[in-house]
């Protein structure tokens, strides 16, 4: 039962200093109005656009603090870059969809051919 219960609170601990940590930057939505728009918000979700226009310069650093999955509606190429220079590409198709992890500061930049529209879908 001891086990149980300290496994119990270093996980509570761990989600709890990750929310905390994912909050040093201002949400999407609010750190980049140029590139992210809440389209639907209730109690429970909220939905943000976001569209990476091609030849474009990185968004402005900014935060997920909630759980979230992004819905892709483009094919895209996108460079995600950490605080500390590290980066990596994503490429999602359209029509796919993945979780993304709690981040407390990142940025993200098309690195393709055309424009990028996703939807972020994030628990509230």
């Known amino acids: 039962m001891l086990r149980m219960t300290t496994i119990a609170l270093t996980l509570a601990a761990t989600v709890t200093a990750s929310a905390a940590l994912a909050q040093s930057a201002a949400p999407s939505y609010q750190a980049d109005p140029d590139v992210y728009k809440v389209i639907f918000e209730d109690a429970n979700f909220r939905v943000v656009s976001a569209i990476w226009k091609k030849g474009s310069g990185p968004d402005k ?64």
Do not use: M, W
């Open 61 to 124: 650093p900014h935060s997920h603090s909630q759980p979230f999955v992004i819905y892709a509606l483009d094919d895209c190429k996108i460079r995600v870059t950490n605080p500390d220079g590290t980066s990596r590409e994503i490429t999602p198709k359209a029509g796919t969809s993945f979780a993304g992890p709690l981040t407390a500061s990142h940025t993200a930049q098309n690195i393709g051919d055309a424009d990028c529209h996703a939807l972020q879908i994030e628990r509230k």
